[in-house]
Each structure stands twice: as structure tokens, then as C-alpha cells.
């Protein structure tokens, strides 16, 4: 069974950096390990809907984000470690959220939960004005 992990974040000033990571171990009950699956972040606000954030292909080749994100944050992945990364740059109090991490099958084009099978238990982040 696979299991994600998610560890940083936390408090920052608007205009401040942060990075998430997300550990993977085991496998999904395909067979499929972190290394042949797609990664994700989504994040959920108070009150809010959980949300799309960015997605990397199986081979770190392929990326898609967020159109509130394009350009600030950046999604990587180590298969070394098997880790996959957020990098959160120019943060603002609208990014803040618990972000989730998300192991899937299908290509980083499918933006919906539903598209994912594996979660993490989330990480706060929170952004200062």
C-alpha cells in the first residue's frame, strides 16, 4: 500500500518562500510505484473546496500548474528518494491552505481529486499579510 508523506511549510510573510515535500513509499495495488506514477499537490482552504495546485509526469518531464500558481511555484521530483517537491515562491495570504500530496496513475493533465488514489495527510501553510 502506498503512503505519503508531507513535511515543511508552515508560517511565512507575504512575498516569502516555502517548500513542501512529500515522501512515497510502497506500492499501489497495481503494482505501481512512485517512480512510475504521476505526482500532485492540491490544497484545501477553510471553508473552501480542495483545489488543484500542480502535477509532474512519472519521468519529471512533464508539469502542469495552476493558473494562480503558474510562475511562482515550481513541482520536482527526486526518484532517488522518492520524493516529489513544491517550491513556493512570492507567497501570498491567498495561498494559504493545507496542501495535500497525491500519487495517480494518469497524466498531469487530469486536475480533479477523483483522478488520484493516494493522499497525504497534509501540511499547513500559512501566509502573513
Not at 513535511?7 to 510505484?33: D, E, K, N, P
Not at 480542495?50 to 511562482?72: K, L, P
Not at 495561498?95 to 493533465?109: K, R, S
Request: glycine content about 12%.
Amino acid at each position: 500500500q502506498v503512503q505519503l508523506v508531507e513535511t515543511g511549510g508552515g508560517l511565512v510573510q507575504a512575498g516569502g518562500s516555502l517548500r513542501l515535500s512529500c515522501a512515497a513509499s510502497g506500492r499501489t495495488f497495481q503494482g505501481r510505484t512512485f517512480s512510475m506514477s504521476t505526482m500532485a499537490w492540491f490544497r484545501q482552504a477553510e471553508g473552501k473546496e480542495r483545489e488543484f495546485v500542480a502535477a509532474i509526469s512519472s519521468s519529471g518531464g512533464g508539469t502542469n500548474y495552476a493558473d494562480s500558481v503558474q510562475g511562482r511555484f515550481t513541482i520536482s521530483r527526486d526518484h532517488a528518494k522518492n520524493t516529489a517537491y513544491l517550491q513556493m515562491n512570492s507567497l501570498k495570504p491567498e495561498d494559504a491552505a493545507v496542501y495535500h500530496c497525491a500519487l495517480g496513475p494518469f497524466t498531469v493533465n487530469n486536475v480533479l481529486r477523483s483522478h488520484y488514489s493516494y493522499w497525504g495527510p497534509g501540511r499547513q501553510v500559512t501566509v502573513s499579510s
